[in-house]
């Protein structure tokens, strides 16, 4: 089976820096995978590089054997959605109208947007949960609330590819499952390719299929949650001692801090 995208040795950076160092990587459709690694490792870098924000130094990205910088955009974001780790609007635009603006991909230019649009719109909301705040202001709104539109207006794309930057990373724990669950239904029930910036290593290890660990740039281990989270991989990367486990609920790994000091 060949990959939905592929990343070949990729390289980039900011300045004259290499943050992202030979780098390759096959996503499959329906692929649920976790980018770990501590900070600096490289991880939003990977994430801009496949959202066509950063341009490589070297090496290719390809969706569907075509490479993404030889796409027009609006084909691209047709395909491709992006939810960045920055949850804040600039303006304060409405709900209904901030998850339209998923459908400009799909519209010409100075075209309005069609009944059609309106109902994909709307059912992004409600697959989102998220219909009971179309009438509302995004500033009004919970980070977890404003965490749901986002999605929604990049559902709103009808993307193939959802790429997240730590979507769960200004939520409690509540709404950090609420998301999560959500994301796991739509790659199963949608069979939404999802490739997704995580830094809770058990919330990577329970919804992921496959992860993705970085360390200084580069993938240090990929596979499969019970083959790269175990204590020698993690205590290499995050020079911290931590205790392996299995999850109770999911048998997959789960990750046990241990305190130097107590």
Known sequence: MKPL???DNLSAGYYSEDIIKGVSLDVFARDFIGIIGPNGSGKTTLLRLCSKILHPRK???YF???DIFSMDLKEF???VAFVSQDISTNFSFGVRELVLMGRIPHLKRLQFETKNDIEIAEKALFLTGSQSLKDKMIDELSAGERQRVLIARALAQEPVLLLLDEPTSHLDIGHQIQVMDLLKRLNRDSNLTIVMVLHDLNLASAYCNR???LDNGSVFKEGKPEEVLTYKNIESVYKTIVLINDNPVTKRPN?????KEL
Not at 255 to 259: A, G, K, N, S
């Open 5 to 7: 995208l592929r990343i």
């Open 59 to 61: 090496g290719r990205i």
């Open 64 to 66: 569907d054997d075509q």
């Open 77 to 79: 974001c047709r395909k």
């Open 211 to 213: 992860i993705c660990l």
């Open 255 to 259: 990750v046990v801090l241990v305190p």
